[in-house]
T-cell receptor, first 115, second 115 residues
């Protein structure tokens, strides 16, 4: 079956602009995660959804970052007033259930470049 | 707080020789530990996971890892490297007992395989 997909694969924007990054999880997966991977680093947790609600948003760096999952499937990560430091690869993952022992399946990521 | 340290940022081996990628963790709780691999322009893929069952864990593509609580280590090994093993490898820890769903990634080890 299809894996986790993310669009766009690449996004170039200017400082101060608004961007939206989309994640399509594996069909039937109830848990969805967003991570951010800066150059030369491992991914860092941003937010976790259980169904439609954000169960843990402790990794969001500030209030310019927001994510939604209105129907419990597709999720959108929204970044307002982008800064050059937001440049990174944004990764989405999903898992079948809500136990952390379940495997998280990752998408290929969206590479965001803020000029 | 939980953390994971990958002791080598780069490892280079010859094809057909053993691979050892080192990982140490710190955690106040019983951790679950994972190794993920990231090939260029591809999503993260789970190699193997330890969840308090057998301490020697076998994964895909001939990789295995041993959980050693006394040494707080979870090193990844493979008896014989293939060219296709060249990639970035991440050691990952989670704490299911705490209820937190986030995975904590190490900074990664880039494996080069020389012909």
């Amino acid at each position: 079956g299809a894996g986790v997909s993310q669009t766009p694969s690449n996004k170039v924007t200017e400082k101060g602009k608004y961007v939206e990054l989309r994640c399509d999880p594996i069909s039937g997966h109830t848990a969805l995660y967003w991570y951010r991977q800066s150059l030369g680093q491992g991914p860092e947790f941003l937010i976790y959804f259980q169904g439609t609600g954000a169960a843990d948003d402790s990794g969001l760096p500030n209030d310019r970052f927001f994510a939604v999952r209105p129907e419990g499937s597709v999720s959108t990560l929204k970044i307002q007033r982008t800064e050059r430091g937001d440049s990174a690869v944004y990764l989405c993952a999903s898992s079948l259930g809500t136990s952390l022992l379940e495997t998280q399946y990752f998408g290929p990521g969206t590479r965001l470049l803020v000029l | 707080a939980q953390s994971v340290t990958q002791l080598d940022s780069h490892v280079s081996v010859s094809e057909g020789t053993p691979v050892l990628l080192r990982c140490n963790y710190s955690s106040s709780y019983s951790p679950s530990l994972f190794w993920y691999v990231q090939h260029p322009n591809k999503g993260l893929q789970l190699l193997l996971k330890y969840t308090s069952a057998a301490t020697l864990v076998k994964g895909i593509n001939g990789f295995e890892a041993e959980f050693k609580k006394s040494e707080t280590s979870f090193h990844l090994t493979k008896p014989s490297a293939h060219m296709s093993d060249a990639a970035e490898y991440f050691c990952v820890v989670s704490l299911p007992d705490t209820g937190r769903r986030a995975l904590t990634f190490g900074s990664g080890t880039r494996l080069q395989v020389q012909p």
